[in-house]
């Protein structure tokens, strides 16, 4: 199997790069690092090439498609929050660069792609757990708006020319090399300062949490046994976890117990924040996979892969 993954040398792209590696792909990466790390795929061979390419330019990834089975599309803006200071970050990250991905699978006639799209297109106040089903998806943010719009992209990329597409609406994905995110942010603010902990919002924003070896394990899977033209799954875990207890986990972990706990106020972390939010996970789970870590297990064991990746000082 020949694949592509876009967004490769990142977080999520990483891992699901060891699976396809270990089961014998050959991989092209396609990741001009802007948040990616060039030492999440220095371990692997031959197997993984690794170009770098800005894939909002069109004309410079349309030749990699060439012979390719299957495109694991990842690359996205990372930060929710800089939508909100750049406001075309995710139009051209997110929605051009996806059509960019659909074409060039059109032209070079690749059958196959993979969307990682997030539970953020749901908006504010849906039903917690949130099915598939669940609609109109209007989201409140410019990240979830661009996940949207590319889920609109590859359903009409399969309805008009064919492709076979999975889109899979990711909760909050945590675990060792990890770039950004809750955790991340609360390690760094504490290896600055061990003795206190600053919190956007009130500490009450309450979400599910998945591990990504888990995240990358339900994708391979359900690809793996679903072969409807249009295959759409959420993918989390059985529960939520605070981004107070978060806190107090990392706390423990990093063993700063005299660190206050400051909480900035207000029911949102940003602008564009989704306080709540859990997705319904019946549909993955039917299809026989289950996860190995629920969100608050997920956090810890994130907090002491990232606490060794980071180190601490203190």
Known sequence: ???IVTGGAGFIGSHLIDRLVAR????IV???????????????????????????????????????????HLAANPDIRLGTQVTD????????????VVESMRIHNVSTIMFASSSVVYGDNAPMPTP???????PISLYGASKNA?????SSWVGTFGLQGYIFRFANIIGDRGTHGVIFDFIHKLKRNPNELEVLGDGLQEKSYMEVGDCVDAILHVMANQHEPLNLFNLGSHDTCSVRRIA???VEETGCLNAEIVYTGGSR??????????LGIDKMLETGFNVKYNSEEAVRHTARALIEEIGLDN
């Open 248 to 250: 107090e986990i990392v």
């Open 30 to 72: 396609l990741d001009n690092l802007s948040s990616g790390k060039a030492e999440f795929l220095s371990h692997h061979d031959s197997q993984v090439k690794h170009v770098d390419v800005d894939i909002t330019n069109f004309d410079a990834i349309l030749p990699h498609f060439k012979g390719v089975d299957v495109v694991y």
């Open 89 to 100: 970050t995710d139009l051209k990250q997110g929605t051009i660069a996806t059509y960019n």
């Open 132 to 138: 598939e089903d669940h609609g109109p998806c209007l």
């Open 1 to 3: 199997m020949r694949s």
């Open 24 to 27: 014998g792909d050959e991989v």
């Open 269 to 278: 972390g940003w602008a564009g924040d989704v306080p709540r939010a859990m």
């Open 150 to 154: 590319g889920e609109s992209l590859v």
